[in-house]
RNA sequence: GGUCGGUUCGUCUAGGGGUUAGGACAUCAGGUUUUCAUCCUGGCAACAGGGGUUCGAUUCCCCUACCGACUACCA
C-alpha cells in the first residue's frame, strides 16, 4: 500500500470552526499513527467569500493547538508546489477540457439569474438529465454558435454530464457502504469562466489527485457528494488511486437541534474558536478556548473522545497515546453534541497535570494584565495552593487575588453569621500569637491559635472564619495557615488590623 | 419534497441473541477539609415505538416516528 498521506483542506472563510478542528485532528492523528504525511491545503476557489486574515488565523490556530503538518502553504518546499488553490489556477482548466473532450462534460452558457428563474418556475429543478436538453449549452447549441459565444466573451461554466440510472458505491471507512443513484446527482458546474477557476468539486479531486491523497477524512456534510467525486475519478482515469473515504459525524449543538454554530457560543456561553477571532467585516470578537483559559492538550484529549472512543474506561490520553490508539474504525457514526461542561473537567485534569512551575508561567498574562508586579518563587507556592481549586487558567484570579492584593471588602454573609462584638478582641489576641511565633512556624502558629480558642472557651468555626475572612475577605481559599505562611506574619496582622477597622465601619 | 445517514442514562459513550446493560461528565446525598473548592464513597438515571425471526431480542430483519446532513456558478 501506498504512503498514507491525508490533508486537511479549509476555506479561509472565517475562523476555524471546532467540528474542523477536529476532523483535521483525526487527520493528524491518523497520519501519525501510520507514519504518513499530513498537507494543509488552502480551498479559496470562492474569491466573493474570502476573508483577509483567516488563513493566518487557521495556521496560528494549529500551532497553538499543536496540531503539526508536514506540508502545506505555510511549509516552506524546494518543489515549489502551491498549496493554494488561488495559486494553483492554471491547473485545472485542462482537466475540465479533458472532460469536454471525452464528451464527459460540456459547456453551459445559461446564467445564474436564468436558473434561479428556472427554479421558482419549477419545483425541485435540478440541472441534469431529465432537462439539460431544454438549456443553453453545447449539447443542444451548435459548435459554431458555441465557439462564437465563447469567442464575443460570453461568460460560460463547465458542467459535468451524469449519465442516470447508475448505482455509484461509496465504500466508506466509517458509514460502511452507500449506494447512490446517479439519477439524483445534477450536472455540478466544474469550472466557471468568469473568473477562471474551478469550484471545489473539481480542485478538491484534481488536487486530491495531484498530492496522491490516500485517504480523504472529512465531515458527514461532505457524504452527499462524495459520489459526485467518485465518479471524477472514473471520468478522469483515476480511479485506481482514488483515495479512501472517511466520513466524520457532525458535531451537535449542545441542546435543540441541529448542528454546533458559532451562535451557540454566543447563546451559551462557550466559545467554538480555539483562538479569539475578530470578523475584519463586522468587527465582531468571538472568544477563544486559548482566551478562556483552556490548554490546549485538554482540548485535544476532549475533541478525540467526542466521536470516537478506545473502547476502553481510559479517557485521559495524551497526544502520543492517541497517536497510537486511534482508529477510524471505531468512530460512530452519528452526530455527538458537544458538551461544554466536560470540556472544563478535561482542562481542570490537565492543570493538575502540569507541574508548579510549568503552570505559573501561564498565569504570567494575567498578573500582568492586571498590573501585579510578583516574584516567580511566590508565584509557585501560590500555584501549588490553588491549581486543584480552578477548571480554566482563568479562574486563577478568583481563586488567588488574596495573595496579591489585601482584600478590599468582606462577605457580608459571613460577617453577619460569624462576627459578634467581641471578636476584633480576639483576633488581635491572635494577630499578636502569630506575630510572636518568630521564627514563624506555621504549625505552631496554628496550634497556639487553637488553644487560644479553647482556652478562651470559643467557638472554633466562628474565631476561624473570621480570622480567614479578615485575611482574605471571604470564606473561600486554601488552607489558613499556609496563606498565612505564604503572606507572611507581617502582612497577615496588618491585614487583621485593616479588617477590624474596616468592618467597624459597618 | 427528494436522497442518504442516524437513534443505549440529561450529555459523551461501552456492550451485544441469555449481562444486576458498564464507564465518564453533569446532578443529588454522605465523608474529608473547623471555609470554599478539590478529593473520596454512594445514589438517581438509558436500549425511540411497532411488527417479525428465535426457546429467548436492547442486540438480527422490516416498518413507523423522530433527528440530522445534502439538495448553489459555497465550501
Known amino acids: 500500500m501506498s504512503k498514507v498521506r491525508v490533508r486537511f483542506a479549509p476555506s479561509p472563510t472565517g475562523a476555524l470552526h471546532i467540528g474542523g478542528v477536529r476532523t483535521a485532528l483525526y487527520n493528524y492523528l491518523f497520519a501519525k499513527q501510520n507514519k504518513g504525511k499530513f498537507i494543509l491545503r488552502i480551498e479559496d476557489t470562492d474569491t466573493t467569500r474570502f476573508v483577509p486574515g483567516a488563513e493566518q488565523y487557521i495556521i496560528d490556530s494549529f500551532n497553538w493547538l499543536g496540531i503539526t503538518f508536514d506540508e502545506g502553504v505555510h511549509i516552506p518546499n524546494d518543489k515549489n508546489i502551491a498549496y493554494r488553490q488561488s495559486e494553483r489556477k492554471s491547473i485545472y482548466k485542462q482537466y475540465a477540457d479533458y472532460l469536454l473532450e471525452h464528451k464527459l462534460a460540456y459547456i453551459a452558457f445559461d446564467t445564474p439569474e436564468e436558473i434561479e428563474e428556472k427554479r421558482k418556475e419549477v419545483s425541485n429543478f435540478q440541472y441534469d438529465a431529465s432537462v439539460r436538453m431544454q438549456m443553453k449549452n453545447s449539447l443542444t447549441l451548435t459548435n459554431e454558435d458555441v465557439q462564437q459565444r465563447i469567442a464575443s466573451g460570453e461568460k460560460y461554466v463547465i458542467r459535468i454530464l451524469i449519465n442516470p440510472g447508475k448505482d455509484i458505491e461509496v465504500n466508506d471507512l466509517i458509514c460502511g457502504k452507500v449506494v447512490i443513484n446517479s439519477s439524483i446527482l445534477d450536472d455540478k458546474v466544474l469550472w466557471k469562466s468568469s473568473d477562471g477557476l474551478p469550484t471545489y468539486h473539481l480542485a478538491n479531486i484534481v488536487d486530491d489527485h495531484l498530492m496522491a491523497i490516500t485517504h480523504v477524512i472529512r465531515g458527514a456534510e461532505w457524504l452527499p457528494s462524495a459520489p459526485l467525486h467518485i465518479l471524477l475519478y472514473q ?264 479588617a477590624i477597622e474596616a468592618i467597624k465601619q459597618l
Not at 497515546?321 to 478535561?346: I, P
Not at 496579591?404 to 453577619?416: A, C, L
Open 235 to 498: 471520468y478522469l482515469g483515476w480511479e485506481d488511486t482514488m483515495p479512501q473515504f472517511a466520513h466524520l459525524p457532525l458535531i451537535l449543538k449542545p441542546d435543540g437541534n441541529g448542528k454546533l454554530s458559532k451562535r451557540d457560543g454566543e447563546r451559551l456561553g462557550f466559545p467554538v474558536f480555539p483562538l479569539q477571532w475578530k470578523d475584519p467585516k463586522t468587527n465582531e470578537v468571538s472568544p477563544g478556548y486559548k482566551e478562556k483559559g483552556f490548554l490546549p492538550e485538554a482540548i485535544i484529549n476532549f475533541l478525540a473522545l467526542l466521536g470516537w472512543n478506545p473502547g476502553t474506561d481510559q479517557e485521559i490520553f495524551s497526544i502520543d497515546e492517541l497517536v497510537k490508539t486511534f482508529s477510524l474504525e471505531r468512530v460512530n457514526k452519528s452526530g455527538a453534541r458537544f458538551d461544554y461542561e466536560k470540556a472544563k473537567w478535561f482542562n481542570h485534569i490537565y492543570i493538575q497535570e502540569k507541574n508548579n512551575s510549568e503552570l505559573a508561567k501561564l498565569f504570567h498574562p494575567i498578573l500582568l494584565e492586571k498590573g501585579i508586579a510578583f516574584d516567580e518563587q511566590y508565584l509557585q507556592q501560590v500555584t501549588g495552593l490553588i491549581k486543584e481549586r480552578i477548571n480554566l487558567l482563568n479562574d486563577f484570579w478568583d481563586q488567588a487575588s488574596f495573595f496579591f492584593v489585601r482584600p478590599t471588602s468582606y462577605d457580608e454573609n459571613v460577617i453577619k453569621k460569624r462576627w459578634k462584638e467581641d471578636t476584633p478582641i480576639h483576633l488581635n489576641a491572635i494577630k499578636q500569637i502569630i506575630l510572636d511565633v518568630d521564627p514563624f512556624d506555621k504549625q505552631q502558629a496554628h496550634d497556639k491559635t487553637a488553644i487560644y480558642i479553647t482556652e478562651h472557651g470559643l467557638n472554633m468555626g466562628q474565631i476561624m472564619n473570621c480570622l480567614r475572612l479578615s485575611i482574605v475577605g471571604a470564606a473561600k481559599g486554601p488552607d489558613l495557615f499556609d496563606i498565612i505562611e505564604l503572606l507572611g506574619p507581617t502582612e497577615t496582622g496588618t491585614r487583621i488590623q485593616f
